[in-house]
């Protein structure tokens, strides 16, 4: 009876510890389950602290499209020639016409103005310039525009069209900034004047398309380079 009695306790003994040690096991498994699903839900979440949800590259785009380059020459009434300042500054307008696709300039003389006179001396000289910079003669082409008689001097305008890189008009504010400040997101205008100023800035507008071919390697100067690092010579010496 007293065996009997101790087997029956130890049987009990045994009992509370295998229930024990189960109800370690599921309260294990579920705190590892709760883990998963707090990582699972940091990982799934769209809204990351600091992020700004919207991007103002696809909001002001750049894109390729026709457009016109343009510089006034401003001409006063008692002008004979073009300064040397200004003869660089259409000098640069032939260099841009020249590195561009483009199949004529224009030399746009106003009529009807007080300096309508000295305007048309001075065309002359400018298209003097833009040839002796290069450009064929062919491809100045010399027009002419109404201008006030009365009024700011009408200057003389060179123009070529061709592709440029461009993107939207800044400084629309359709919304108030106060409205709205629990997104989290910049306003409309934001990023506008930086894809403004990386359009103008873009000397070759197809580079927003893709990148340039290759050019071929310099055979000789390949050899120079190698040659020097073999004999601890410096590329740089002539």
Not at 52 to 67: C, F, K, Q, S
Not at 103 to 125: E, F, M, T
Not at 157 to 176: H, I, N, S
């Amino acid at each position: 009876m007293e065996t009997q009695k101790i087997s029956a306790e130890g049987q009990d003994v045994m009992t509370g510890s295998t229930i024990g040690s189960r109800r370690r096991r599921v309260a294990a498994a579920a705190a590892l389950a709760a883990s998963a699903m707090l990582l699972s839900a940091c990982g799934n979440s769209q809204l990351t602290t600091g992020s700004i949800p919207d991007d103002y590259r696809t909001r002001h785009p750049i894109v390729l499209a026709e457009g016109e380059y343009t510089l006034d020459v401003p001409v006063a009434a008692g002008d004979v020639r073009l300064t040397s300042g200004m003869k660089d500054t259409v000098r640069g307008f032939a260099q841009n016409f020249l590195s561009s696709p483009a199949g004529v300039v224009q030399i746009q003389v106003p009529h009807g103005s007080y300096n309508a006179g000295a305007a048309r001396h001075l065309a002359g000289d400018i298209r003097r310039t833009l040839a002796e910079a290069g450009i064929k003669p062919h491809k100045i082409m010399m027009t002419s525009y109404a201008a006030a008689p009365t009024g700011d001097a009408a200057p003389i305008r060179l123009a070529f069209v061709t592709t440029k890189a461009m993107t939207g008009q800044c400084g629309e504010w359709p919304a108030d900034l106060s409205d709205n400040t629990f997104g989290n997101r910049n306003w409309y205008n934001f990023g506008c004047a930086s894809q403004n100023n990386l359009a103008a800035q873009v000397a070759n507008p197809t580079d927003l398309i893709a990148p340039r071919g290759m050019t071929p390697i310099d055979a000789t100067q390949r050899a120079k380079v190698i040659s020097d690092y073999r004999t601890g010579g410096s590329s740089s010496d002539q």
